[in-house]
DNA sequence: CCTATATTCAACCGTATGGTTGAATATCAT
DNA sequence: ATGATATTCAACCATACGGTTGAATATAGG
């Protein structure tokens, strides 16, 4: 469930407007019509925009008169943060352990064979 | 530089073939034959994903005789984890100011205007 | 009720993506 | 040199994506 899910967030985040939506939505809520003037695209574009986030969870979308309010989903980061978070250590980890391998050893490591 | 260098690198992660790769791949390095074999698709197809695994930065290839042994790039997901600090870090201070802010407030918060 | 406003829906378009297959390239082993 | 192995390249295909435009829907306000 989690994974599958990792697809879709990934994926929202790729698009430098939705990140940009999502900047201007850390200032505070928004309307659909808002987050959408100052960007060189369609009112719909920006619309469909605002759905991937929301299917990514990232973002919320909720119905005030003929208006929807658009606001961040705090815990819509928490899985990619915890994806990074266990990647980053582990590679990292490996890392200091190849140079500390390299350090100890006085001649060629040969790693190759 | 960096911010449409975050276009690929979450791309790169967007897709769960490429994720398993970076998986493998943390485990240590390995060679593309040794790499595509557990996958349900084409040698090409895995060739491809490394290809964009190394466009975003996230992995390395280098040719040893015929082989071309692939390593990951610890670096490349400081951008990307960069990103995601701040933002986490950023909504969730909102929502803690918001908290605070509907904790101490005994009637209608109106945020809305 | 009528009209303007806010938003979505639907259909369409060009391009990118992930996949395939088969040919091309380079290296290893005999 | 010859043949097998490892990998890429090129062409192709179906589908998804980001974009547009215009119609549809719903609410606000005179």
Same mark, same amino acid.
């Given at each position: 469930?989690?994974?599958?899910?990792?697809?879709?967030?990934?994926?929202?985040?790729?698009?430098?407007?939705?990140?940009?939506?999502?900047? /201007? &939505?850390? @200032?505070?809520?928004?309307?659909?019509?808002?987050?959408?003037?100052?960007?060189?695209?369609?009112?719909?574009?920006?619309?469909?925009?605002?759905?991937?986030?929301? /299917?990514?969870? &990232?973002?919320?979308?909720?119905?005030?008169?003929? @208006?929807?309010?658009?606001?961040?989903?705090?815990?819509?980061?928490?899985?990619? /943060?915890?994806?990074?978070?266990?990647?980053?250590?582990?590679?990292? @980890?490996?890392?200091?352990?190849?140079?500390?391998?390299?350090?100890?050893?006085?001649? @060629?490591?040969?790693?190759?064979?």
């Amino acid at each position: 469930m989690v994974e599958y899910h990792l697809d879709h967030v990934f994926r929202a985040l790729s698009d430098p407007t939705r990140r940009a939506i999502l900047g /201007r &939505l850390a @200032e505070g809520e928004a309307t659909v019509g808002r987050l959408a003037k100052p960007f060189p695209v369609s009112f719909a574009a920006v619309s469909k925009h605002i759905g991937v986030l929301e /299917r990514a969870g &990232l973002v919320t979308r909720e119905a005030r008169g003929r @208006e929807r309010v658009c606001r961040i989903n705090p815990a819509g980061l928490t899985d990619v /943060r915890a994806w990074i978070d266990f990647h980053e250590r582990f590679w990292t @980890e490996r890392l200091d352990a190849l140079d500390a391998l390299v350090a100890e050893t006085p001649g @060629e490591p040969d790693r190759t064979r």
